[in-house]
T-cell receptor
Framework: SQTIHQWPATLVQPVGSPLSLECTVEGTSNPNLYWYRQAAGRGLQLLFYSVGIGQISSEVPQNLSASRPQDRQFILSSKKLLLSDSGFYLC??????????FGPGTRLTVT | KQEVTQIPAALSVPEGENLVLNCSFTDSAIYNLQWFRQDPGKGLTSLLLIQSSQREQTSGRLNASLDKSSGRSTLYIAASQPGDSATYLCAVRPKERYQKVTFGIGTKLQVIP
């Protein structure tokens, strides 16, 4: 069966520090991968999605970036965090346009 | 631009009651619609996926229906239990392959023992 992992589960970082969140998927090949951010009282905001290694599409221009160095690995990064980057970050995968499956999420607090 | 609305934003019911959660969307050109539940501080758990050609899907005490022409989906929960307490979100995937999935903000359900 397929599983999706995210780490770390929680993170507290000062403003201006770098960020690296990792997501890995097991039990499937060539998944579509997604990074979302969820803010309180707001819907999920799609940040990046990827249909293959090295193929990244950005939905929202900001100081975040994403990379997909391996088929089942998706990384969200920032060189310098802003206070507004605080939130709950969710990674998801799907087989083509089918059902999306989400990871457990990372709670990021920028201080 | 697709917009997804979920009403009510919050709902409180006594245990054992049957209930309906609503999801409406503005663009009927969808590929599928998915219902999720989210527990506090957790990721989303997929409940049901309805393809655009389908009218409903069932899983246990859950039944989701889709009326594409009117832009509506409902999630029916039978014989609610305290463990059903969570936020329920619907998400619409468009027909256009590289357009993004649009999520509603969700309905927060509390089932009172």
């Amino acid at each position: 069966s397929q599983t999706i992992h995210q780490w770390p589960a929680t993170l507290v970082q000062p403003v201006g520090s770098p960020l690296s969140l990792e997501c890995t998927v097991e039990g499937t090949s060539n998944p579509n991968l997604y990074w979302y951010r969820q803010a309180a009282g707001r819907g999920l905001q799609l940040l990046f999605y990827s249909v293959g290694i090295g193929q990244i599409s950005s939905e929202v221009p900001q100081n975040l970036s994403a990379s997909r160095p391996q088929d089942r690995q998706f990384i969200l990064s920032s060189k310098k965090l802003l206070l507004s980057d605080s939130g709950f970050y969710l990674c998801a995968w799907s087989a083509a346009l089918n059902e999306q499956y989400f990871g457990p999420g990372t709670r990021l607090t920028v201080t | 631009k697709q917009e997804v609305t979920q009403i009510p934003a919050a709902l409180s019911v006594p245990e054992g009651e049957n209930l309906v959660l609503n999801c409406s969307f503005t663009d009927s050109a969808i590929y599928n619609l998915q219902w999720f539940r989210q527990d506090p501080g957790k990721g989303l758990t997929s409940l049901l996926l309805i393809q655009s050609s389908q009218r409903e899907q069932t899983s246990g005490r859950l039944n989701a229906s889709l009326d594409k022409s009117s832009g509506r989906s409902t999630l029916y929960i039978a014989a609610s239990q305290p463990g059903d307490s969570a936020t329920y979100l619907c998400a619409v995937r468009p027909k256009e392959r590289y357009q993004k999935v649009t999520f509603g903000i969700g309905t927060k359900l509390q089932v009172i023992p």
